[in-house]
């Protein structure tokens, strides 16, 4: 019907996406925001589980967990709203990923479960069709249309996705390990190039090539993820990502000494480019707090940097941890509860603005506004979070030997090639 009519409330519809047992989904355009979403519209028997999907899912604010943009009727007809993503992790898997790009993929997919989990939600068909990316770097989790609310005994039909599904979750008893065993298949897949098939006899297919991309400790890890007896899993998606963020660096540099020997074995040349960046690293840690990669060449980087000071690509989201209490759900980047705008990216006031004031001992400068209620500024803030007025000032981390010639921010150009804070490049080029 829905195909027919073209067009649906304020959506028109521009093609399909694809249909499943429950629901068919269509890309359309909201010609009242004059944006693309991914439009969902269950059959009519389905409308009531879909119903309580968007109740679900609407209580989940995470960057990580694909929000609902809108849920109405529209002449009788349920129509769910999300943000058109550029395709499915399953369809991103049918080309070559480097090994990087798939670890920054699982630290993503773990992030979005341990938040479901903290808040007694099973997702219970954790898969790659239901892993959505944006921006080709971006992931979120998407359909808790299967989703189960823990409670003290929880008991449901087998139901999930053949391949992914976890053997005790087959047999109608689902729980956190259940979703710790799906995402530990889409993981091992992701670096073996090998989905193993029931029943999990180890070691699986790709096994070996795994080990040697990331090493004996990240093989481990996935073999405890993927145990068929549940009570040797991680007990849920927090504790599992507390240990994969733990070994992330350890398989990080396993895999860089890999793709150095090569698959002789033998060492190759000097990686010049790590090796400033260790140099960098150690001589300067204390100027910057580097925690987080680039997603295009795996460079540190801090979080207040608007771009890659190695490669120069752009940053509009932030992927690494925070030393903040909450996140602006549009860069990713930290803020203070307190905060009124996100001092980052320039957007609309947050919702949630606690009254409490809260001191810090990073604030070290003022607005200049002279109406700004408070006027307080941590170093590389890009707008006030107090009056959003643009902040003229040109900061400059401690040790800086030099200043960017566009923005006048200070920079390391022996060791940078581009200023991180306006992403233009430091040294002429010839």
């Not at 990087?100 to 479901?116: I, P």
């Not at 239901?130 to 992931?139: A, Q």
């Given at each position: 019907m829905a195909e027919k009519r073209r067009v649906l409330g304020k959506y028109r519809l521009l093609r399909k996406l694809g249909s499943g047992g429950s629901a068919e989904v269509y890309k359309a355009l909201d010609t009242v925001e004059n944006l693309h979403v991914a439009l969902k519209i269950p059959f009519k028997e389905y409308e009531a589980d879909f119903r309580k999907e968007v109740a679900l899912a609407a209580t989940l604010d995470h960057p990580h967990v694909l929000p609902v943009k809108n849920a109405d009727y529209y002449d009788g007809r349920?129509?769910?709203?999300?943000?058109?993503?550029?395709?499915?992790?399953?369809?991103?898997?049918?080309?070559?990923?480097?090994?990087?790009?798939?670890?920054?993929?699982?630290?993503?997919?773990?992030?979005?479960?341990?938040?479901?989990?903290?808040?007694?939600?099973?997702?219970?068909?954790?898969?790659?069709?239901?892993?959505?990316?944006?921006?080709?770097?971006?992931?979120?989790?998407?359909?808790?249309g299967l989703a189960k609310v823990a409670m003290h005994t929880l008991s449901a039909s087998g139901s999930g996705t053949v391949g992914y599904v976890a053997p005790e979750q087959a047999l109608g008893k689902p729980s956190f390990r259940s979703d710790v065993f799906s995402a530990g298949l889409i993981l091992y897949r992701m670096l073996a190039g090998e989905l193993p098939q029931w029943p999990f006899e180890w070691p699986p297919p790709g096994f070996?090539?795994?080990?040697?991309?990331?090493?004996?400790?990240?093989?481990?890890?996935?073999?405890?993820?993927?145990?068929?007896?549940?009570?040797?899993?991680?007990?849920?998606?927090?504790?599992?990502?507390?240990?994969?963020?733990?070994?992330?660096?350890?398989?990080?540099?396993?895999?860089?000494?890999?793709?150095?020997?090569?698959?002789?074995?033998?060492?190759?040349?000097?990686?010049?480019?790590?090796?400033?960046?260790?140099?960098?690293?150690?001589?300067?840690?204390?100027?910057?707090?580097?925690n987080a990669k680039c997603a295009r060449c795996a460079g540190p980087l801090a979080e207040e940097m608007q771009a890659c000071p190695w490669c120069g690509a752009e940053r509009k989201r932030h992927r690494g941890t925070t030393a903040f209490p909450a996140r602006c759900s549009r860069c990713g980047r930290g803020r203070k509860l307190d905060w009124r705008y996100c001092p980052w990216c320039f957007g609309p006031k947050f919702r949630h603005v606690s009254d409490r004031v809260y001191g810090d001992v990073r604030y070290e400068g003022r607005c200049g506004h002279p109406g700004c209620s408070r006027r307080l500024l941590m170093p590389f803030m890009r707008y006030c979070p107090w009056c959003r007025t643009k902040v003229p000032r040109a900061w400059k981390p401690e040790g800086a030997t030099g200043r960017c010639p566009h923005c006048r921010c200070g920079v390391f150009p022996g060791y940078w090639d581009y200023c991180p804070w306006c992403g233009k490049p430091l040294k002429r080029r010839r």
């Open positions: 349920l129509a769910v709203a999300y943000p058109l993503g550029d395709e499915t992790l399953s369809d991103r898997l049918t080309r070559r990923m480097a090994t990087d790009t798939c670890l920054d993929f699982g630290r993503q997919m773990l992030e979005a479960l341990a938040y479901a989990h903290t808040h007694r939600i099973i997702h219970c068909d954790v898969k790659p069709e239901n892993l959505i990316l944006f921006d080709g770097h971006h992931i979120c989790l998407a359909d808790f070996a090539r795994l080990r040697a991309k990331v090493g004996p400790a990240m093989a481990d890890f996935l073999r405890r993820a993927i145990r068929v007896d549940y009570k040797k899993r991680f007990a849920d998606a927090e504790q599992m990502l507390s240990a994969y963020e733990r070994l992330l660096p350890v398989a990080r540099r396993w895999q860089a000494g890999h793709r150095r020997r090569g698959r002789t074995g033998a060492p190759g040349e000097p990686d010049w480019s790590r090796l400033r960046q260790r140099a960098f690293v150690r001589n300067h840690r204390g100027a910057l707090r580097l």
